[in-house]
């Protein structure tokens, strides 16, 4: 299988409610690798853009705010098909229909206040990791 590369996000309530430290264990013990890392309370202007796909949707307003509300850890996990390996471990958008034993089975609220982020395919993983990070000089 292939080595990818996927961006994390580790959403407000996830950073506030202590989980940090779970959720990368949860990562590392499945054998992904955390490439790059960094805590920031991000503007309207980024998170509006990093979501611009879901723009038209009726919880885009909801989503930014909700993303801006306090920090975000963003992190670029690396491993065998970490794409799908990523979203396996968060579980469904939906807390209610993830699977037990996944991130947002255990911390998730609602479909809004879900603890994670994951890209969804190997074109977002590309352009949501260069959106964060820069190749150059933080992916170790
Ligand atoms: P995420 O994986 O970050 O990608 C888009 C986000 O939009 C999603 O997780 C949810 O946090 C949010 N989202 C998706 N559907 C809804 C919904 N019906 N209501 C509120 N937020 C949603």
């Not at 990818?4 to 409610?17: A, H, M, R, W, Y």
């Not at 993303?67 to 970490?82: I, K, P, R």
């Not at 255990?106 to 479909?111: F, G």
């Amino acid at each position: 299988m292939a080595i990818e590369q996927t961006l994390s996000i580790i959403k407000p309530d996830g950073v506030q409610n202590g989980h940090i430290g779970h959720v990368i264990s949860i990562f590392e013990g499945a054998g992904l690798r955390i490439a790059a890392a960094k805590l920031v309370h991000l503007t309207a202007g980024q998170a509006g853009a990093f979501y611009a796909e879901h723009k038209e949707r009726p919880f885009y307003g909801e989503l930014v705010e909700y993303m801006t509300s306090g920090a975000v850890m963003l992190m670029v996990l690396e491993g065998e098909d970490a794409i799908a390996q990523n979203r396996k471990l968060m579980g469904a958008t939906d807390p209610a229909q993830a699977d037990e034993g996944t991130i947002r089975k255990l911390y998730a609220e609602s479909k809004g206040k879900n603890t994670v982020h994951g890209s969804d395919s190997p074109a977002s993983a590309a352009r949501e990791v260069a959106f964060f990070f820069s190749a150059a000089f933080e992916l170790v």
